[in-house]
C-alpha cells in the first residue's frame, strides 16, 4: 500500500546544519568513506554547500505528482530527496516546484533524475543535484510513497538523515550519527590544517607520512636519466 510517512524523526538540527561548513569530500572521509552519491548527481549551477534533512519521495518514471505530495510534509532546513522507481530522465522539477520548496524552507533538491527550468533555479537562488537537466515534461498520474527510505544515487537514505551537497556531490549521513560525524570532521580539518601549513612550508609529503620505505618495500626503484638511457642502449 503506498504510504506517506508523517511526523518523521530529523536529524539533529543544530549538528545537521553545522555540516555545510566541512563540506562532502570532508564529511565522506570523517565517517569512513561512507554515503557518497554516484558521480551523476551534479549541481545544476555551482554554489555554497548546504546540508539539511532528508525528506524521502519514490516516483515512478515521467511522473511528478508525489512531488507535490511531499511538500506538505517538508519543514524549514529539510532538503527534498526523490528517486524514481526505475530510471527517468525527465524534468520532474523546475522554477514552479523550486518557488513552492522556498516558500516550504527547503533548502535545496536531489533528484536521481532529471530538472528543468535551470537558468531560473540558479536566479531564484534554489540548488538542485541531478542526474540530467532535461526539459522532457511529466504527468500526474500515478502514486509513489513519501519519507520511505529510498536508494538515490546508489545510496540508501532514509527519512531524517542529513544531506550535505556540494560542488562535490552529495553525501548522506545516517540521522543516529550526525553529532559523532560532526566531531569528526572536525577533527579532521584541524589535522589537514597542520598537514597544509607544512606542506606550504616546503616539506614533502614522502618525508612527512615516512612513505619511503612503504615505497621501496612495494618494489619502486630511482634511477637518473643517463643510467636509465645507457641501460637501454
Not at 609529503?205 to 620505505?213: I, K, S, T, V
Not at 636519466?225 to 637501454?232: C, G, L, R
Amino acid at each position: 500500500m503506498p504510504v506517506v510517512i508523517t511526523n518523521i524523526a530529523r536529524a539533529d538540527r543544530t549538528a545537521t546544519d553545522a555540516l555545510a561548513e566541512y563540506g562532502v569530500a570532508t564529511v565522506h572521509e570523517a565517517q569512513g568513506r561512507t554515503g557518497l552519491m554516484a558521480s551523476r548527481l551534479r549541481p545544476i549551477y555551482r554554489g555554497p554547500a548546504i546540508s539539511g534533512t532528508a525528506v524521502t519521495v519514490n516516483v515512478p518514471p515521467g511522473d511528478n505528482w508525489m512531488i507535490h505530495v511531499a511538500a506538505e510534509q517538508c519543514q524549514p532546513g529539510d532538503v527534498l530527496v526523490v528517486s524514481p522507481y526505475t530510471r527517468s530522465e525527465s524534468g520532474y522539477f523546475g522554477d514552479l516546484l523550486g518557488t513552492l520548496m522556498q516558500q516550504r524552507g527547503v533548502r535545496g533538491l536531489i533528484i536521481d533524475a532529471g530538472c528543468r527550468d535551470v537558468d531560473d533555479l540558479e536566479k531564484m537562488g534554489f540548488p538542485v543535484w541531478s542526474r540530467a537537466i532535461h526539459a522532457h515534461g511529466t504527468v500526474k498520474e500515478t502514486i509513489g510513497e513519501v519519507n520511505i527510505p529510498i536508494t538515490c544515487g546508489e545510496v540508501v537514505v532514509n527519512p531524517g538523515d542529513a544531506i550535505v551537497a556540494d560542488n562535490d556531490g552529495v553525501v548522506v549521513v545516517p540521522r543516529t550519527t550526525v553529532t559523532e560525524t560532526l566531531d569528526k570532521s572536525a577533527a579532521r580539518v584541524a589535522r589537514e590544517e597542520g598537514i597544509r601549513k607544512r606542506y606550504a612550508a616546503g616539506e614533502l609529503g614522502l618525508d612527512m607520512n615516512n612513505f619511503r620505505p612503504r615505497l621501496a618495500e612495494k618494489g619502486l626503484v630511482y634511477v637518473d636519466q643517463a643510467t636509465f638511457d645507457a641501460k637501454k642502449s
